[in-house]
């Protein structure tokens, strides 16, 4: 995993955990890797992945079960929810780049319809 300097890693910690439920390379009621074995993997600190944790079970993300380990959510509404609230980052971040770049709502419309049309009719990439 690469890092960006200007973004907490823990935060970047989570947003990797919710893109991985969201494309449901992790399925909801699974279980997370311990905390030890995901610092490994991703080479950073084990009290960065434990905030990482800590916060994703604040958002109701995760949950732990005692002794057994901490889960993904099954509510398929928080899903949803997650899935939602990223496309919603995604589109402010493009929409406010392009409009730095000088394009107009109409433009911006255009060029995305384009790109949608290049990529065949439901958006997915040919």
Same mark, same amino acid.
């Given at each position: 995993? !690469?890092?960006?300097?200007?973004?907490?890693?823990?935060? &970047?910690?989570?947003?990797?955990? !919710?893109?991985?439920?969201?494309?449901?390379?992790?399925?909801?009621?699974?279980?997370?890797?311990?905390?030890?074995?995901?610092?490994?993997?991703?080479?950073?600190?084990?009290?960065?992945? &434990?905030?990482?944790? &800590?916060?994703?079970? $604040?958002?109701?993300?995760?949950?732990? &079960?005692?002794?057994?380990?901490?889960?993904?959510?099954?509510?398929?509404?928080?899903? $949803?929810?997650?899935?939602?609230?990223?496309?919603? !980052?995604?589109?402010?971040?493009?929409?406010?780049?392009?409009?730095?770049?000088?394009?107009?709502?109409?433009?911006?419309?255009?060029?995305?319809? !384009?790109?949608?049309?290049?990529?065949?009719?439901?958006?997915?990439?040919?």
């Amino acid at each position: 995993m !690469k890092f960006d300097e200007n973004i907490p890693i823990y935060i &970047q910690i989570m947003n990797y955990i !919710k893109e991985r439920i969201i494309t449901e390379e992790l399925k909801k009621g699974e279980k997370l890797p311990s905390v030890r074995e995901l610092a490994e993997f991703i080479k950073v600190n084990p009290n960065t992945v &434990q905030r990482a944790y &800590q916060e994703l079970e $604040r958002e109701n993300v995760a949950h732990s &079960q005692r002794g057994l380990g901490r889960y993904i959510t099954e509510d398929e509404g928080k899903v $949803r929810l997650l899935k939602k609230e990223m496309a919603d !980052k995604f589109i402010y971040t493009f929409v406010e780049g392009m409009s730095k770049l000088g394009y107009n709502s109409q433009e911006i419309i255009e060029i995305l319809k !384009k790109e949608l049309e290049m990529r065949g009719k439901d958006g997915a990439n040919t």
